[in-house]
């Protein structure tokens, strides 16, 4: 069996495609851009269905991919990615909306349920586990039940889009700070904001 790679994954979910570009439900690929773009780093074809590149943090090799298979069936991607590297799943954060957040609040676990995300699901099925991070990011929860569909594939509003910068960037942050210090202490930081 091949040794454990020491590489870390981050994933951010999101639906390929211009009109969906800037929804509510893309908030994990924009952070993996806004991260991709700090780095100086571009996204290429993956040899699956993601973009991917490979940048340094702190000294760590980090794989950033973006799933091209649509937000239900983000498992299939991630798998191909986790086996082909051989990444080890303490070593994996999924970046993804949250509906039950209010906008801009940030959630770091170490594991966890998909909590009704179809996306997160897709990966848990895939991985046969729930034992990977998880950063999720509030997109807010204004909606009528009925309409979930249509307020996470919305745009930001023009008022929330003057937040956005700040909420992408203290994401990045969040997600700078799971390699550097760790889950737990990063979770100690990001869910006391």
Same mark, same amino acid.
């Given at each position: ?23 509510? $439900? *893309?908030?994990?690929?924009?952070? =993996?851009?806004? !991260?991709?773009?700090? #780095?100086?780093? %571009?996204?290429?074809? /993956?040899? +699956? ?67 009704? $995300? *179809?996306?997160?699901?897709?990966? =848990?099925?895939? !991985?046969?586990?729930? #034992?990977?991070? %998880?950063?999720?990011? /509030?997109? +807010? ?53």
């Amino acid at each position: 069996m091949p040794a454990m790679s020491s590489k870390y994954l981050l994933v951010g979910l999101g639906n390929p495609g211009l009109k969906y570009r800037k929804t509510r $439900h *893309n908030v994990g690929w924009i952070v =993996i851009d806004r !991260l991709a773009k700090q #780095m100086g780093s %571009r996204f290429k074809k /993956g040899r +699956g269905p993601y973009e991917i590149t490979e940048i340094s943090i702190d000294n760590n090799s980090v794989i950033l991919i973006k799933p091209l298979t649509f937000m239900n069936n983000s498992g299939q991607a991630v798998a191909e990615v986790v086996n082909y590297y051989n990444i080890e799943l303490s070593r994996l954060l999924v970046i993804l909306d949250e509906i039950e957040l209010s906008l801009g609040r940030l959630r770091l676990r170490a594991q966890g349920s998909s909590g009704g $995300h *179809n996306g997160l699901g897709s990966i =848990i099925q895939h !991985l046969n586990t729930k #034992m990977f991070a %998880r950063l999720r990011i /509030g997109i +807010g929860t204004e909606f009528a039940k009925k309409d979930m569909t249509k307020f996470v594939l919305s745009n930001f509003t023009r008022n929330e889009q003057k937040e956005l910068d700040i909420i992408i960037d203290q994401a990045v942050d969040a997600v700078r700070s799971f390699i550097a210090d760790g889950v737990d202490k990063a979770m100690n930081t990001i869910n006391s904001l």
